[in-house]
Every structure is written in C-alpha cells, then in structure tokens.
C-alpha cells in the first residue's frame, strides 16, 4: 500500500485511516466511514480479490453503504460471487490489473478501468529481459518468475 499512499500524498489526500490486511479492524470500518462523511474510502485490492476470498467479502460488506465515494485499486477480481459483484457495482470507481478481468465485470454491467501492477513491472529490468525494437510490452502478475518468461 505504500506506493498508493505516496501517490494519493502526492496528489494532497491524506490518509486518515488505515486497515492492513486480514485485520479485524475492518469490522469496525462502517463506524469509521460514518465518522468521516466527506471521506473517500480507497480499497487497494492487491492480491485480495479474487476467488471469492473471505476478507475480500469483508472488506466489500464494510463498504456496502458507502460506494458512493469508494474506489477499488489494483484488483484481480476473478471469480468473486454475486454478492461482491453487487456490492463492486455501486462503487464509484473500480480499477484492475488486466483485460480479462475487465472483461469478466463488463459482462456483469460493470464499468472498470485497467492499470497494470506496476509492483511486478518494476521489476522488469532486473530480471534482464531482453529489450526489443518496437515489439511492445508484456505485463503479467503472476508469481512465478519462469511462468512470466514463458509468457
């Protein structure tokens, strides 16, 4: 979460709050958004949100009443059940890693951007891949570094 608190720094937001994950203070999340009624509420999804994870259901119970002003970042969201998809389409901006899970909430009426996870990108130069001459550039997020270079 730290590159996405320096960029919301840099952007001038402070952070008020935050729940690192698989704690137990996100129970108490609702009395926190109620406190701060002009608050954006940022979900960094990491590698949370996908296969229906329990504290991914958690997370989103939490912002169930507020979606309005929660914005979901840097998630997977594969095979995530009905009720997180409900919940996911009244947020106010949601944001994945690639196209098909941009794909996957399209088909379910849900609007997303995609962002590669630059985390892994990062990382691109020291693996020593080799550089092309208008090839492009391939992304992938996976944790394995020889399924990447089969890629």
Do not use: W
């Not at 009244?90 to 995609?114: F, P, S, Y």
């Amino acid at each position: 979460m730290s590159g996405l608190k320096a960029t919301l720094r840099d952007s001038s937001i402070g952070v008020v709050f935050e729940i690192d994950v698989n704690e137990s203070e996100i129970d108490t999340a609702p009395d926190l958004f109620r406190l701060n009624p002009d608050a954006l509420v940022v979900i960094n999804g990491e590698g949370t949100f996908h296969s229906d994870q329990p504290y991914a259901r958690r997370i989103l119970k939490a912002a169930a009443g507020v979606g309005h002003r929660t914005l979901l970042f840097n998630s997977q969201f594969t095979r995530m059940g009905a009720e997180a998809v409900n919940v996911v389409r009244k947020l106010a901006l949601v944001q994945v890693r690639n196209k098909a899970d941009q794909a996957d909430l399209t088909a379910e009426g849900i609007d997303a951007l995609i962002c590669p996870d630059m985390l892994f990108a990062v990382s691109l130069d020291r693996m020593n891949f080799p550089k092309t001459s208008g090839g492009g550039v391939l992304y992938s997020d996976s944790h394995r570094a020889d399924v990447t270079k089969a890629l």
